[in-house]
């Protein structure tokens, strides 16, 4: 068990946990997962970490569809912030207790502002990080704000 899914059980959050065998080699971790199990791309999300204001240890979360790419003009308006930059891998992983590219959005060390792609309000079901590689975790977004204190925002560049 993962702190993601002992959350989850805990707070009584219908879920449904995907394994597959990770492949190191693979490019994209995010991709990766979607493809292992079958999933549209759109409907797998990624959690990415970044600073605010150039503050290395001031991180937020993103949480966005796999196939897209991190808009960090766009982060920094949702969090309020002058400026954002991708978070330090290392510090992303001590500050959430997670290893990146398993990386989950539930069950972090420190509560960190978390933002949602606004993308995933329209999804009956969406799919994170369980917590380590191989091992993803679905459930409602609303879900997810609710267990994240997440906001819905665009974070993402239209492609």
Request: charged share 20%.
């Amino acid at each position: 068990m993962t702190p993601a899914i002992n959350l989850v059980k805990k707070k009584k959050v219908a879920h449904t946990i995907h394994q597959y065998e990770h492949d190191p080699s693979h490019a994209s971790y995010g991709l990766e997962a979607a493809e292992a199990l079958g999933q549209d791309p759109n409907t797998v999300f990624k959690t990415l970490l970044f600073c605010l204001n150039g503050e290395e240890k001031n991180l937020a979360v993103a949480v966005i569809p796999v196939a897209q790419k991190l808009n960090l003009k766009l982060a920094a308006k949702a969090a309020k912030a002058k400026k954002t930059e991708m978070a330090n891998p290392d510090i992303a992983q001590k500050t959430t207790g997670y290893v990146v590219g398993g990386i989950s959005p539930l069950g972090q060390k420190k509560s960190l502002p978390t933002f949602i792609h606004n993308s995933a309000q329209s999804l009956a079901t969406m799919c994170v990080s369980a917590g380590k590689r191989g091992l993803e975790i679905e459930l409602a977004p609303s879900d997810l704000a609710m267990l994240t204190r997440g906001l819905f925002a665009d974070l993402c560049q239209e492609s």
